[in-house]
């Protein structure tokens, strides 16, 4: 059962560059967010999606992009790195049930950016 | 917006100690609570869940409350190990947030043998 898979999970990228990153799940999950955690900032919400084709904007969403072309995939996207995108990337699920929602975090993908 | 905050930001406790900690948020129209673990370098790993209309939720050692009224929650952890040593994650989700979460910045626990 693997739940939320990163990919990769660390990527050192220099300013300027692009690069995506992979959100999969396996637990056919509706909604699904991808988070940054910086020292002494908690975690973030950069972008959200609830459902297959629909994106939304979260706290922190300039300098990302992201896309849901299927269900269980989430992408986001840095298209011209910065060191202040330097942070680790949480990518998590939910399923909706009445009045309850809970989220399943991935592992984590680490970037510095240089 | 709502803001989320935990007390205190590092906690050390010799091994076998109940230890309390404290979770507050400024907006009580929330939906739900959750608590989680994040191990140095990894990821996040749900302990508890708390959904609006419930008190408390416990599991093993682990019991969290919930008194939205005041704002407030605890997670309590009874008879600490060094294997709890972790951060600990506060997040609530708001009532219309499509279980979008806002976390509070961790409490750093050490329990020492």
Same mark, same amino acid.
């Given at each position: 059962n693997a739940g939320v898979t990163q990919t990769p999970k660390f990527r050192v990228l220099k300013t300027g560059q692009s690069m995506t990153l992979l959100c999969a799940q396996?637990?056919?999950?509706?909604y699904m967010y991808w988070y940054r955690q910086d020292p002494g900032m908690g975690l973030r919400l950069i972008h959200y999606s609830v459902g297959e084709g629909t994106t939304a904007k979260g706290e922190v969403p300039d300098g990302y992009n992201v896309s849901?072309?299927?269900?269980?995939n989430f992408l986001l996207g840095l298209e011209s790195a910065a060191p202040s995108q330097t942070s680790v990337y949480f990518c998590a699920s939910s399923y909706i049930r009445t009045a309850i929602t809970e989220a399943f975090f991935g592992q984590g993908t680490r970037l510095t950016v240089v | 917006k709502q803001e989320v905050t935990q007390i205190p930001a590092a906690l050390s406790v010799p091994e076998g100690e109940n230890l309390v900690l404290n979770c507050s948020f400024t907006? =009580?129209?929330?939906y739900n609570l959750q608590w989680f673990r994040q191990d140095p370098g990894k990821g996040l790993t749900s302990l508890l869940l708390i959904q609006s209309s419930q008190r408390e939720q416990t599991s093993g050692r682990l019991n969290a409350s919930l008194d939205k009224s005041s704002g407030r929650s605890t997670l309590y952890i009874a008879a600490?190990?060094?294997?709890? =040593?972790a951060t600990y994650l506060c997040a609530v989700g708001g009532?219309? =947030?499509?279980?979008k979460l806002t976390f509070g910045q961790g409490t750093i626990l050490t329990v020492h043998p």
């Open positions: 396996d637990m056919n999950h509706e849901r072309l299927k269900k269980q | 907006d =009580s129209a929330i600490s190990q060094p294997g709890d =040593s009532g219309t =947030s499509y279980g």
